[in-house]
């Protein structure tokens, strides 16, 4: 991923890409699956902690990546396949489904298994859908 297109998508999520942020997204974006702010701190040895940890949250919170609860008490991360639409600014998510090697370890997006739309009833305003699997990865079984 290029830096042209990190740039566009912190422009689209309405934040300015200054040269941490996209030293910061960049590196998400080269990363396979879910990572640790430890993982994060390895790939960005220039960047200190407190950086990396205020990057994140602010990613988060303009729905760039979401947390993955794996169980492990560790917070992980994982980039948001989101739509922005500019002229309302919602966010429309492809939700998917995070799988917890119970050997390796590792927490992995299966991003071609779409978690379901759920239907509430009217008086509930849904944050946040998640599942999560837990089994042999393939390099395991």
Known sequence: MDNHNAEQMLLAAGLRPTANRLLVLRAILAHEGTFSLA???EMLVSVDKSTIFRTLTLLVEHHLLHEVDNGSGTRRYCLCECNLDHSEHHH??????HFTCTRCGRTLCIKEVPIPHIDLPDAFEVEEISCHAKGLCPDCR
């Open 39 to 41: 993982e994060m701190e």
């Open 92 to 97: 429309t998510h492809t939700s998917h489904i």
